[in-house]
């Protein structure tokens, strides 16, 4: 049950978005197996949650740990995007969803990657497996271990492609953590998930996840499927300058899994909109008082006159992404060209993930690494940028990093 004491428009505005949300997930609570998650990740904040907690059966979401095990092998040099990983029979005996591997191929990195993320393939995911923990049975446990190193309490691993397995179980807030992790600690391979087909031995295999193609923001994560589960989904999606992570357990259709997930994703936009909307109000006059606590300069649509109607913002401005709440000025404003801006890779809970983010984009972009720690409702984030750059360098970086799949924006340096 949801309760919030908010006075004057603060309250008012949140409830306009918390009320229907409520209605909408008390309709769900019929349907034992739904469980739900929603974060702002930038802050970490909760914006919405039901069952959160409850244990569930992750089914191919499974496979995003999967991919954590080989995205950070791959970052410690133990395998490349050629390296060739053997199919035994037991992964050739893997049933649907598969690729049709059989006992004696060899499969590449790169195509276990696109095969795990857009077929959802069974085989590939025992492949990956034996290939990093010698069987599955070893491979699952060193899951369960990584899954507590990153936080995630509450979940068991026994297999690493999430085909039934009672023991086999985890909780939506845990999944929700799984996807920020991903993104946070392999930046570059985020952009795998946001893909829709590929091919392989002259079959190509389309994606399952229709949210990436269907509804506004959403660029990736994973759907997953068995009938103990019902439908998974877990999506991350980014409208303005403002990005989400949503986790939704035991649809009962696929359909009505990514109607109701849509539905999450505009309320919780929404209620990031409000809270900025409202911080502003309570703020008047100050210069640069937005919840992330820097001015943004990013590349956003162009702004419409009816941002700023007599002195009133829009808050669908703050929505789009084409006003900072923050600020009473068009995100687009001419401001100086001196080398006080910087590239934000990401925020982090913690200060050596930051340094590491930020040394890591200087692979492709040059500036000099800094760590900003900054306080947001009681909990220390760590920003991760780029700094000592001109406005121009570092639009330029920022466009550069995000073709390698690295989230960014461009900020003033002493926000």
């Given amino acids: 049950m949801f309760e919030f004491k908010l006075k004057g428009n603060k309250g008012f505005l949140l409830g306009l978005v918390i009320l229907p949300l409520m209605i909408l997930t008390s309709q769900l609570h019929a349907n034992p197996r739904y469980a739900s998650i929603v974060i702002n990740a930038d802050t970490g904040k909760v914006l919405h949650e039901s069952s959160a907690d409850a244990s569930r059966y992750p089914a191919s979401l499974t496979k995003m740990m999967t991919l954590y095990m080989l995205f950070e092998a791959m970052e410690q040099g133990k395998?490349?995007?050629?390296?060739?990983?053997?199919?035994?029979?037991?992964?050739?005996?893997?049933?649907q969803t598969n690729i049709g591997l059989r006992a004696g191929d060899r499969l590449s990195v790169r195509d276990a990657i696109p095969a795990l993320i857009?077929?959802?393939?069974?085989?590939?995911?025992?492949?990956?497996?034996?290939?990093?923990?010698?069987?599955?049975?070893?491979?699952?446990?060193?899951?369960?271990?990584k899954a507590r190193l990153l936080?995630?309490?509450?979940?068991?691993?026994?297999?690493?492609?999430?085909?039934?397995?009672?023991?086999?179980?985890?909780?939506?807030r845990d999944m929700v953590t799984l996807s920020v992790r991903l993104m946070e600690d392999f930046p570059k391979n985020y952009h795998y998930f946001s893909t829709q087909s590929f091919r392989y031995k002259g079959v190509t295999y389309n994606s399952h996840n229709r949210m990436i193609r269907n509804t506004i923001g959403v660029d990736g994560l994973k759907t997953g499927f068995i009938r103990a589960s019902g439908f998974n989904v877990a999506t991350s999606a980014k409208r303005g300058n403002q990005r989400v992570i949503a986790v939704v357990m035991g649809g009962k259709t696929a359909a009505s899994r990514d109607q109701h997930m849509a539905q999450l994703l505009d309320r919780s936009f929404k209620k990031v909109a409000a809270i900025q909307l409202a911080d502003l109000r309570d703020n008047k006059g100050a210069k640069s008082i937005s919840l992330r606590g820097i001015a943004i300069e990013a590349p956003v649509p162009t702004v419409k006159p009816a941002i700023l109607l007599d002195n009133k913002v829009d808050p669908a401005a703050i929505l789009r992404g084409e006003l900072?709440?923050?600020?009473?000025?068009?995100?687009?404003?001419?401001?100086?060209?001196?080398?006080?801006?910087?590239?934000?890779?990401?925020?982090?809970?913690?200060?050596?993930?930051?340094?590491?983010?930020?040394?890591?984009?200087?692979?492709?972009?040059?500036?000099?690494?800094?760590?900003?720690?900054?306080?947001?409702?009681?909990?220390?984030?760590?920003?991760?940028?780029?700094?000592?750059?001109?406005?121009?360098?570092?639009?330029?970086?920022?466009?550069n990093l995000s073709r390698k799949g690295m989230d960014c924006m461009v900020v003033r340096s002493h926000g």
């Fill in 118 to 145: 857009v077929r959802s393939a069974n085989d590939v995911a025992t492949v990956v497996a034996e290939a990093l923990g010698n069987s599955e049975t070893n491979f699952a446990r060193m899951m369960t271990n």
């Fill in 324 to 399: 900072s709440a923050g600020n009473a000025v068009p995100n687009n404003s001419v401001l100086s060209n001196t080398d006080d801006w910087a590239v934000q890779i990401g925020s982090y809970y913690e200060h050596d993930r930051a340094q590491a983010q930020a040394q890591a984009a200087t692979r492709w972009v040059s500036g000099e690494v800094a760590v900003v720690e900054v306080e947001i409702s009681n909990r220390t984030l760590y920003r991760a940028r780029l700094i000592g750059l001109q406005k121009n360098q570092a639009h330029s970086a920022c466009q």
């Fill in 79 to 95: 395998l490349t995007h050629d390296s060739l990983m053997p199919v035994s029979a037991h992964a050739a005996s893997m049933p």
């Fill in 151 to 172: 936080g995630m309490r509450a979940t068991t691993f026994r297999n690493a492609s999430g085909l039934p397995n009672g023991e086999q179980k985890t909780t939506a």
